[in-house]
């Protein structure tokens, strides 16, 4: 059979694919748009019913949509694409390499005098637990993750990469400034606990994320306590990660009294809180036996 090929964007007609078969895929399909149009690498593509529909899945068949000979199928380019690994790695080795550079040369900051100043054993603490959890984020991207998708757009690297390192010299500036006034040790250091707490149970759900899904596929299922207990908070919310991840870093902002330890820990609690709901509903909708008494992030809140 053929199908006619259009540009969701203005629905200008782009080619005909000829002896497409019942059986093929979108993925196949991608394939053969980028045929007509070379620099639409299927990645680049959102295959679609109608301009404005939602995205067909790769493993969706010509029969299952069906699709018959003379059918429409539109494209939208989504531009230029990178790899999520490849984001993940440049927007967390950058906070990294930003805070250790304030950190370990004070003088290129405050002045000559700030390198002859002994700073409070918190500031010493606090490079460590920053370094900690960067140094884990990029070991998880490495070895943990699975992603679903492969790329994502390209203008995507340059607004992470300024959220992270932005965030990291605001940080950094003031933790690490000869003016900065520790708190108390008790507050220092059992907020230290909770933090190392939420770094083993962030690592902990990434891990059984991890396991869901088998290498090479995009099976989704419903995640569910293991016999690890920091994954018992999967039966309050539905991203137990985002849930540690900010228990991480509301415990790095009290133990550091940082004010832009905080606005960066609330500014991460409202992205965490959009992208939990979200996946929260596609549980809901996707799982008729998914458990009713779940929040999104926050337990019994949100």
């Known amino acids: 059979m053929n199908i006619e090929i259009f540009a969701a964007h203005d629905s200008k007609r782009i080619g005909t694919l000829d002896n497409v078969s019942p059986s093929s895929n979108i993925k196949n399909i991608k394939k053969q748009i980028e045929e007509l149009r070379p620099k639409l690498y299927p990645d680049r593509q959102s295959v679609r019913l109608e301009p404005k529909g939602k995205t067909l899945k790769d493993e969706e068949t010509v029969s299952s949509l069906g699709l018959g000979n003379g059918s429409k199928l539109y494209v939208k380019d989504l531009g230029p694409q990178i790899g999520w690994k490849t984001v993940f790695l440049a927007e967390y080795a950058g906070p990294l390499a930003v805070y250790l550079w304030i950190y370990q040369r004070p003088w290129l900051f405050y002045g000559s005098d700030a390198a002859a100043l002994q700073p409070h054993p918190v500031v010493h603490i606090a490079a460590a637990c920053w370094s900690l959890h960067y140094v884990k984020r990029l070991l998880e991207t490495i070895f943990v993750h699975r992603f679903s998708h492969s790329t994502m757009p390209l203008r995507n690297l340059f607004k992470n990469c300024t959220y992270y390192w932005g965030f990291a010299a605001y940080v950094a500036y003031h933790i690490n400034h000869p003016l900065y006034t520790a708190p108390s040790n008790i507050q220092i250091y059992s907020s230290l606990a909770v933090f190392l707490v939420c770094e083993l149970g962030n690592l902990s759900i990434h891990v059984a994320l991890r396991n ?41 902002s009290v133990m550091t009294s940082c004010l832009p330890a905080g606005i960066f820990a609330l500014a991460g609690l409202y992205q965490m809180s959009v992208w939990a709901i979200g996946k929260h509903r596609a549980y809901k909708k996707d799982f008729s036996n998914y458990p009713r008494n779940r929040k999104a992030i926050l337990p019994f809140l949100i």
């Open 212 to 252: 869901l899904r088998p290498p090479g596929t995009t099976i989704r299922k419903i995640p569910v306590a293991t016999g690890n207990p920091f994954t018992t908070l999967f039966n309050l919310v539905s991203c137990p990660n985002y849930t540690y991840e900010f228990g991480s870093w509301f415990a790095f």
